[in-house]
Structures are given as structure tokens and as C-alpha cells.
């Protein structure tokens, strides 16, 4: 597939609360935005894209949310919001049953990464990719396996491992810019097309571990054993990862999200050393050379590390439902968005309780900077009743309504610090 390339310039700690039952009108259906359905594959066009870092009135509401800026309700969009919950995803993954095949392939990434869009029409809309995907372009190969998942077979642990890596291919990483640009074109400004990657030393996890693991003794022990190796393997993967970054953004993505899966699995002192300094690096390259261009930031399991978080110069942290929205809010206070941060679980739940917990998360992070999400990724078997729900719920909220006989906006945002 052809397509031409896109040009680039690259408060306190309780909750706000009206005190006030907000009246909420549903929809029955999705949002008609005016956008035609994902075509047929063989229909699908060459286009030419312009992107550009500059900030805009037409920006989506993700995006102006990110950024801090006023909007008139919270986006929202969900981790893992395509995939295995979806009937549809379900009868596609028969299909294709391999999982690199269906996030290798221009039209499947395409295909998969619409159908959460066309069913809930969410604020944003994240590729449909893994972490783990640039890996073989940077000369780390890899397998998925039914059971074990992801798995390399030549981990790299020594200086004469380091030699099989090499600066990154974007000829090997095409259907990701293809995809991209394909999916701004679909969506246009009326949702954020996010993409994303792993942090340095969550992918290092997997590249010394040889795959998953419950225990990272063997990266653990290297801090120690071969701290060299392991930081010029780190260096490497910042080189990478931040090169991958632009190259999202250059092919259609309005914002990127950082996943430090398993930096939690880190003490705090350890993750400032390990983990830290090359998620800062890759944040402060992207800034310079998309200064536009938001990043959201996520760990699993934060509540430990959120102003270590803030100090990346993350244009927004996204906090996992452990964690206290109203306290996390208080710990990061008003210069950064938060994103987050309802526990997966609530989608099994009846939607009353859904909608009110969606309420609660709403109110104690503000009337601005806030972009409504999970606190983790969707659970297989989660209802896609209860998706819409999310998506209507969010859709119906207006801040005057949730936060009228409040405090203004900007005595808000103050006592967000104190």
C-alpha cells in the first residue's frame, strides 16, 4: 500500500461535589459525527496527510484536555478498548487466529483499531499494536506462543548480546505509519488517534527476561551484576523508542502514551535510577521536536511513584484504580492532566453503580485537565453493554451541570495545589 507521506513540525484531598444528583440523558446509540464506516479494504485509498505540532481550535477534546486546557466535559477513552471483549474482534481473531498477523497487517490494524470507534465512538482512538512491536527492527526478534506469550529466544545479557542490536529500521515498521495515517484520515478531528510505546526498561524486561516473567530477577540481578551492559541497553531502546515516537506522531498520532508496565515492579529508589532518567530523555526529545504533542505517562501500580511520575515532564499521568483519584490529584497538583482512573472490575457491575463511580472519578479530578479512563486495561469478558454505558455516561456529562454552585474553575484549579 502506497500513501504519501505527512509533513511535520515535528486541591485539597476531598472531591469536588456539587452536592448535587446530576441528571444524566442517555443515548441509546452512538454519536452520529457525520463519518462514513471503515471501508472495504480494497476501497481503502491513498491520502495525503498534514500533520503539524502546532496547537489549533480544531484540536480533538483529548487533546485540548491533555494540554490542560478548557473543555466542556472529560474525554474518554479505554486501554485495550479493542481487543477480546468484542464480539466482533472475536469473529476476526478466528479468522486470523496469529496475533503478530493482526497487528502486522495494515487493513487488520486498521480494522481492529475502528471497530471500538464505530460501536462506542470513544474520544480516542489507540492503534492496535503491542509494546513489543518495533522489536525486530532494532534486531530483537521475537515469537508469541499460545501459552507462554511473548518469547525471545536469544535474550541479551552480555556486551557480545548488545553487538546483534542496530539503530532502528522504519522499512520493517511501515504498517504502523500506514495504519496511523489511515486512521487520522477515518476519524479526522473528531476523536484523538493515540499511539504508543513501552518504556525502556519495561521492554528491557522482556529483552533480558527472554519474555514474561512474575519475579524480574534476572534484570534485577543485572543491576548489580552487569550494570554496563544493562544501561547500554537502555540507552539503546531510548535511542529507539524515542525515534518510534516521532515517527507515530509524523504519520497521524495527535498524542502518545508511555507504558512503564512494570516499573512498578521497581522500589521508587530503583525506578529513579533504572527507569526514570530514559523515560525523561525520551520525553524531552519528543518536546523538542514535537513540542505539540502530549504525552501521557502510565505505570502499573503508581500510588508509589507519582511525583516521581510528574518529574518526567509527562504532559498528563494516568493513575491505576488503586490509587485515590482525589489524592492523586492532591499529590500532582494542577500543572499536569491525570488520566484515569475507574477499576476495570466496575464494567461488571450494574450500570447505576457504573455510572456513579464514573461520577465519583469525575468530580474528585476537576473540572479541567482530566481525560476519563480505566485504571487498567479492559477485562476479557467484560459486557460491551457496559462499554456504551461508559462512553454515553461520559458523553452526557457537562462540567457546569457536575460542578454549578461550586467554586469557579479557577479557585478550582488553585486549592488543586494546596
Request: hydrophobic letters at 40%; aromatic letters at 8%; proline letters at 7%.
Amino acid at each position: 500500500m502506497s500513501l504519501s507521506s505527512p509533513t511535520s513540525a515535528c486541591s485539597s484531598s476531598r472531591c469536588y461535589s456539587s452536592g448535587l444528583s446530576l441528571p444524566i440523558g442517555f443515548r441509546s446509540s452512538p454519536i452520529n459525527v457525520g463519518l462514513v464506516c471503515y471501508p472495504k479494504r480494497h476501497n481503502i485509498a491513498a491520502r495525503k496527510l498534514v500533520v503539524a505540532c502546532s496547537s489549533s481550535s480544531s484540536d480533538p477534546l483529548l487533546v485540548k484536555a491533555a494540554k490542560g486546557q478548557a473543555v466542556s466535559r472529560p474525554p474518554a477513552w479505554m486501554m485495550r478498548q479493542a481487543g477480546r471483549y468484542m464480539a466482533v474482534y472475536q469473529k476476526l481473531a478466528k479468522k486470523h487466529p496469529s496475533f503478530r498477523e493482526r497487528s502486522e497487517n495494515t487493513d487488520l490494524i486498521v480494522e481492529i483499531s475502528l471497530q471500538p470507534w464505530q460501536a462506542f465512538r470513544p474520544d480516542g482512538v489507540i492503534i492496535f499494536s503491542d509494546i513489543l512491536t518495533p522489536l525486530p527492527a532494532f534486531g530483537v526478534p521475537f515469537d508469541i506462543e499460545d501459552v507462554k506469550g511473548p518469547v525471545i529466544q536469544s535474550p541479551i545479557r552480555t556486551e557480545e548480546d548488545l553487538k546483534r542490536l542496530h539503530p532502528i529500521d522504519f522499512e520493517k515498521l511501515q504498517f504502523v505509519g500506514d495504519s496511523l495515517k489511515i486512521l487520522r484520515q477515518e476519524v479526522g478531528e473528531h476523536a484523538a488517534v493515540l499511539g504508543f510505546v513501552g518504556a525502556p526498561w519495561t521492554i528491557a524486561t522482556y529483552i533480558v527476561e527472554g519474555g514474561t516473567t512474575r519475579t524480574y530477577t534476572v534484570i534485577k540481578n543485572m543491576c548489580h551484576t552487569a550494570p554496563n551492559v544493562l544501561r547500554a541497553l537502555l540507552s539503546h531502546l531510548t535511542k529507539a523508542i524515542t525515534e518510534y515516537v516521532v515517527y507515530q506522531v509524523e504519520h497521524g498520532a495527535h498524542c502518545i502514551q508511555i507504558f512503564d508496565s512494570w516499573g512498578g515492579q521497581l522500589t521508587p529508589e530503583m525506578w529513579e535510577r533504572w527507569s526514570k532518567p530514559y523515560i525523561e530523555e525520551i520525553i524531552h526529545a519528543v518536546k523538542k521536536r514535537c513540542p505539540d504533542t502530549p504525552v501521557v505517562f502510565y505505570i502499573n501500580g503508581n500510588g508509589g511513584l507519582l511525583e516521581r511520575m510528574k518529574g518526567t515532564g509527562a504532559d498528563v499521568i494516568g493513575l491505576d484504580w488503586t490509587v485515590d483519584m482525589a489524592d492523586g490529584r492532591r499529590r500532582l497538583g494542577s500543572d499536569v492532566s491525570v488520566q484515569g482512573n475507574v477499576d476495570p472490575a466496575y464494567l461488571f457491575s450494574p450500570l447505576p453503580a457504573l455510572t456513579e463511580e464514573i461520577l465519583r472519578v469525575v468530580k474528585c479530578a476537576g473540572p479541567k485537565g482530566h481525560i476519563l479512563n480505566l485504571g487498567h486495561g479492559v477485562l476479557v469478558g467484560t459486557p460491551e453493554e457496559a462499554v456504551a454505558h461508559f462512553f454515553e455516561t461520559a458523553r452526557s456529562l457537562d462540567y457546569q451541570t457536575v460542578f454549578q454552585n461550586h467554586i469557579p474553575a479557577e479557585k478550582a484549579e488553585s486549592e488543586l495545589v494546596v
